[in-house]
């Protein structure tokens, strides 16, 4: 069984995505502006995302580099890369239809009173 290469910057972005999730089912459940916080974590994390993404770590490959052939660990993080963007939109989802369909029960803005 040949070993998956990832770098530690696809590695970073996992546990940014997982945290960020967590957090937005966490916050999902409090009252108030506390609420809102996992928008926060979102951007945080594309935030991260982009950096990583458009500035790698890594030299950028020669120009005879660049007609190489995909090896098959490009299939799995190609792979992953899609059941982890699948995931973000279920997520995103869910925490929506939960936050749009939270029970609000009205409360009266005086107490009635007989006389």
Same mark, same amino acid.
């Given at each position: 069984?040949?070993?998956?290469?990832?770098?530690?910057?696809?590695?970073?972005?996992?546990?940014?995505?997982?945290?960020?999730?967590?957090?937005?089912?966490?916050?999902?459940?409090?009252?108030?502006?506390?609420?809102?916080?996992?928008?926060?974590?979102?951007?945080?994390? =594309? &935030? @991260?995302?982009?950096?990583?993404? +458009?500035?790698? #770590?890594?030299?950028? $490959?020669?120009?005879?580099? !660049?007609?190489?052939?995909?090896?098959?660990?490009?299939?799995?993080?190609?792979?992953?890369?899609?059941?982890?963007?699948?995931?973000?939109?279920?997520?995103? =989802? &869910? @925490?929506?239809?939960?936050?749009? +369909?939270?029970? #609000?029960?009205?409360? $009266?803005?005086?107490?009635? !009173?007989?006389?």
């Amino acid at each position: 069984m040949a070993a998956v290469m990832l770098g530690t910057g696809f590695i970073v972005l996992v546990v940014v995505w997982v945290v960020c999730i967590v957090l937005c089912i966490v916050f999902s459940r409090l009252d108030g502006a506390a609420s809102y916080a996992g928008i926060v974590a979102i951007l945080a994390a =594309v &935030v @991260v995302t982009l950096a990583l993404w +458009f500035h790698p #770590r890594g030299h950028a $490959p020669a120009a005879a580099e !660049t007609r190489a052939a995909h090896d098959s660990a490009s299939v799995v993080r190609n792979a992953v890369v899609s059941v982890l963007a699948l995931m973000l939109v279920v997520g995103v =989802v &869910v @925490v929506g239809v939960f936050h749009v +369909f939270d029970e #609000r029960r009205a409360r $009266p803005v005086k107490p009635w !009173t007989y006389s």
